[in-house]
């Protein structure tokens, strides 16, 4: 594997550790979504760190960051901003919004009504928002994280196929783990003095300039094997035939299985990919993804477990 990926995968683990504790799946699948240049939707209910290791993964890779939250009347001009009359030049100039940046944060996303997240495709799939006829090119880093609260409905717009489809893994963060003692170690670090909300007098030590962009493309020359590719595929056209869904995996979300399997082989130290990458990958990228038939639903089928059997009917490359 290419230095500067180990380099920046060790260092941000280890200074992701200072500040969250545990989370181990969730904080990997963040660095993953930007080694490979996605976007993440982030599911997890209030209080478990999932902003904080946003603001922090930014800090540590030197990126701008802004926050967005979320609300019933939230309009499209509060996120990508607005074409303002310059009164002495009689000329209208953009006031950019929050979406002018490196790393942006989407905290509820289901809490904004649909014609604002309608605001939000472009950004995510082009990288550039378009205001009065006028295209503007967003930052080549920018990272959009959606958060969203699993257990709130009442006042929430469920989020349509074709947005989801664009967010590249969901990420779910739980409760801290009792046996390994997580919530103490979280309740002593406060003790001794943490704050989530100084996070900037902690000192962490960020990256150098261009070391994601470097680590993106190194990430992106992981090999995959042609019988790799055929796997990959296989996977994705069988969930579109499984009994329990009515809709499957897109050819946007075989990508992403692809690039998130390279991300995984890149954890691990190497270059190119292994079945049990794809494996690894498949839950995270599928599970927003796939949308199972009202009988699934009723029977509390759920997308991991159909994701799971549809791994263990593929035939695996040898």
């Given at each position: 594997m290419s230095t500067i990926v180990t380099e920046v995968i060790a260092h941000v683990r280890g200074e992701l550790a200072r500040t969250v504790v545990g989370q181990r799946e969730p904080l990997?699948?963040?660095?993953?979504?930007?080694?490979?240049?996605?976007?993440?939707?982030?599911?997890?209910?209030?209080?478990?760190?999932?902003t904080l290791a946003v603001r922090t993964v930014a800090r540590l890779l030197r990126l701008d960051f802004h926050r967005v939250q979320c609300t019933s009347d939230l309009m499209p001009a509060d996120i990508v901003g607005a074409s303002v009359l310059n009164m002495?030049?009689?000329?209208?100039?953009?006031?950019?919004?929050?979406?002018?940046?490196?790393?942006?944060?989407?905290?509820?996303?289901?809490?904004?009504?649909?014609?604002?997240?309608?605001?939000?495709?472009?950004?995510?799939?082009?990288?550039?928002?378009?205001?009065?006829?006028?295209?503007?090119?967003l930052s080549p880093s920018f990272t959009a994280f959606a958060t969203q609260n699993p257990v709130e409905f009442e006042g929430t717009y469920p989020l349509p196929e074709a947005e989801l489809d664009r967010f590249l893994v969901m990420i779910r963060f739980g409760y801290?783990?009792?046996?390994?003692?997580?919530?103490?170690?979280?309740?002593?670090?406060?003790?001794?003095?943490?704050?989530a909300r100084e996070l900037e007098r902690v000192e962490l030590v960020p990256l150098p300039d261009g070391a994601l962009a470097e680590a993106r493309r190194a990430v992106a020359a992981v090999r995959v094997e042609?019988?790799?590719?055929t796997y990959i595929a296989n996977i994705a056209r069988r969930t579109r035939d499984w009994a329990a869904v009515s809709l499957g995996a897109s050819p946007r979300a075989t990508i992403g299985l692809m690039q998130v399997a390279k991300a995984m082989a890149a954890l691990d130290d190497r270059d190119f990919v292994l079945p049990d990458?794809?494996?690894?990958?498949?839950?995270?990228?599928?599970?927003?993804?796939?949308?199972?038939?009202?009988?699934?639903?009723?029977?509390?089928?759920?997308p991991e477990q159909v994701t799971q059997q549809v791994l263990a009917s593929v035939e695996v490359p040898a």
């Open positions: 990997d699948l963040l660095l993953v979504t930007m080694l490979c240049g996605g976007h993440a939707l982030i599911e997890g209910v209030p209080g478990l760190a999932k002495s030049s009689g000329q209208f100039t953009l006031r950019p919004g929050p979406i002018f940046t490196d790393l942006l944060l989407v905290d509820e996303i289901n809490r904004m009504p649909p014609r604002t997240q309608s605001a939000l495709l472009e950004a995510m799939e082009e990288r550039q928002v378009t205001l009065d006829g006028t295209t503007h090119a801290p783990d009792a046996a390994a003692r997580e919530e103490e170690a979280i309740l002593q670090r406060y003790q001794d003095g943490f704050d042609p019988a790799l590719l990458d794809v494996k690894r990958a498949a839950v995270p990228v599928f599970r927003h993804r796939l949308v199972l038939k009202p009988e699934a639903d009723l029977e509390g089928v759920t």
